[in-house]
């Protein structure tokens, strides 16, 4: 089985600090993807990555930037954390068949951000 | 432009119930479908997916799903629901022009009363 693995389950910081959330899969996967979930907005994709040092800006990536220097690993930077990026983060992979978008993507466990 | 709507927000069944969880999407070319459940603080878990064939697909935990492109739907089903099966139930949409993007809706929320 996938395993994608979130490095925090639960986060608190402050205001303006900066934060970093990490994400490993373990399946050799091309594709990474970060979201955020908030009450009835769904999953709203803020960067996904097709491959090392490769990022594309999702729906709502401002705020956020991404790094992937490593195949398994992606991470999340909120560069100047405020308050409305208080929300459940989600991390996902998925591999590259040949046709885009037909593979399922494997979510890690998500991680709640609480900023104060 | 892609999208995805699951028109109901919440949805209470009695335990031993059917179920039916609406999807609807709005696409060009045939989609990939997908279903997810998110059990209570956990990240989603594929249920099943459908990519060309046979419109009924069967998943995990007994659901299944029907493919019908003259309604441009996607409906979950389950003939009996569990009490574990309480959790929120997420459609997908896999579009290709953009690569490897996902569309999610935006959830259905499932209770189930003994």
């Known amino acids: 089985d996938v395993k994608v693995t979130q490095s925090s389950r639960y986060l608190v910081k402050r205001t303006g600090e900066k934060v970093f959330l990490e994400c490993v899969q373990d399946?050799?996967?091309?594709?990474m993807f970060w979201y955020r979930q908030d009450p009835g907005l769904g999953l709203r994709l803020i960067y996904f990555?097709?491959?090392?040092?490769?990022?594309e800006k999702g729906d709502i990536p401002e705020g956020y930037s991404v790094s992937r220097e490593k195949k398994e690993r992606f991470s999340l930077i909120l560069e100047s954390a405020s308050t409305n990026q208080t929300s459940m983060y989600l991390c996902?992979?998925?591999?590259?068949?040949?046709?885009?978008?037909?593979?399922?993507?494997?979510f890690g466990d998500g991680t709640r951000l609480s900023i104060l | 432009a892609q999208s995805v709507t699951q028109p109901d927000i919440h949805i209470t069944v009695s335990e031993g119930a059917s179920l039916e969880l609406r999807c609807n999407y709005s696409?060009?070319?045939?989609?990939?479908l997908f279903w997810y459940v998110q059990s209570p603080g956990q990240g989603l878990q594929l249920l099943l997916k459908?990519?060309?064939?046979?419109?009924l697909v069967q998943g995990i935990k007994g659901f299944e799903a029907e493919f019908k492109r003259s309604q441009s739907s996607f409906n979950l089903r389950k003939p009996s629901v569990h009490w574990s099966d309480a959790a929120e139930y997420f459609c997908a949409v896999g579009a290709l022009p953009t690569g490897n993007q996902f569309y999610f809706g935006t959830g259905t929320s499932l209770t189930v009363i003994p």
């Open positions: 996902a992979s998925s591999r590259v068949s040949g046709l885009p978008g037909n593979q399922p993507q494997h």
């Open positions: 459908y990519f060309s064939g046979d419109t």
């Open positions: 399946m050799d996967h091309e594709n």
């Open positions: 696409y060009g070319a045939t989609p990939y």
């Open positions: 990555s097709y491959d090392v040092k490769m990022k």
